[in-house]
């Protein structure tokens, strides 16, 4: 199986800042790699994919990059819907694995 | 509007089986894989595994392998999880998620809890 694994695990940041999560993957998955956000008591939420574009209604201020096994999802100017917890998940081979998260909190 | 809904929680005891259901709409049922993931308390999303709504063809994660079996009533377009020889550890959330393609999951059910206890 193919590991994801997230840094960092979480974060404090203030409104306006910018963030930046890594994922990394234990073995070359292209460019399959999707970022959700999850908030308490929901599902998530598809953001991108697969590594840089848009799911539908998603805000200009993510944005993704990488290939390969390194990613990174990038928030722009943090805002205070943006609070969640962040999961990478790979789609290039079955089990399709996901990090194990990246709670972003308020500082 | 796309949506999925799943079915009520349900308190299972251990070594009995669980049916989860996952009624789609708003979309045409055959053209999109539906996968089931879940998600124990405090844990990271697992996935568990998908089906083709098409022709019914199914792949499983090895950790279920033997235990979980996926279907799909294309008339209902609704996809179902079996679970079965429950344990304390399958107590989680249960999602069933649609695959845009490459398999993103663009749509996601409202998630179905499961709690395993004698």
């Known amino acids: 199986d193919i590991q994801m694994s997230q840094s960092p695990s979480s974060l404090s940041a203030s409104v306006g800042d910018r963030v930046t999560i890594t994922c990394r993957a234990s073995q070359s998955i292209s460019s399959y790699l999707h970022w959700y956000q999850q908030k308490p008591g929901k599902p998530p939420k598809l953001l991108i994919y697969p590594a840089s574009s848009f799911h539908s209604g998603v805000p200009s201020r993510f944005s993704g990059s990488g290939s390969g096994t390194d990613f990174t999802l990038t928030i722009n100017s943090l805002q205070p819907e943006d609070f969640a917890t962040y999961y990478c998940q790979q789609g290039y081979n079955a089990p399709y694995t996901f990090g194990q998260g990246t709670k972003v909190e308020i500082k | 509007q796309v949506q999925l809904v799943q079915s009520g929680a349900e308190v299972k005891k251990p070594g009995a089986s669980v049916k989860v259901s996952c009624e789609a709409s708003?979309?045409?049922?055959?053209?999109?894989?539906i996968h089931w993931v879940r998600q124990a308390p405090g844990q990271r999303l697992e996935w568990m595994g998908w089906?083709?709504?098409?022709?019914?063809?199914?792949k499983y994660s090895q950790r279920f392998q033997g235990r979980v079996t996926i279907t799909r009533d294309t008339t209902a377009s609704t996809a179902y999880l079996d679970l079965s020889s429950l344990r304390s550890e399958d107590t989680a959330v249960y999602y069933c998620a649609r695959d845009e393609g490459l398999t993103a999951l663009d749509y996601w059910g409202q998630g179905t809890l499961v709690t395993v206890s004698s």
């Open positions: 708003g979309y045409t049922f055959r053209s999109y894989a």
């Open positions: 089906i083709n709504t098409d022709n019914g063809n199914t």
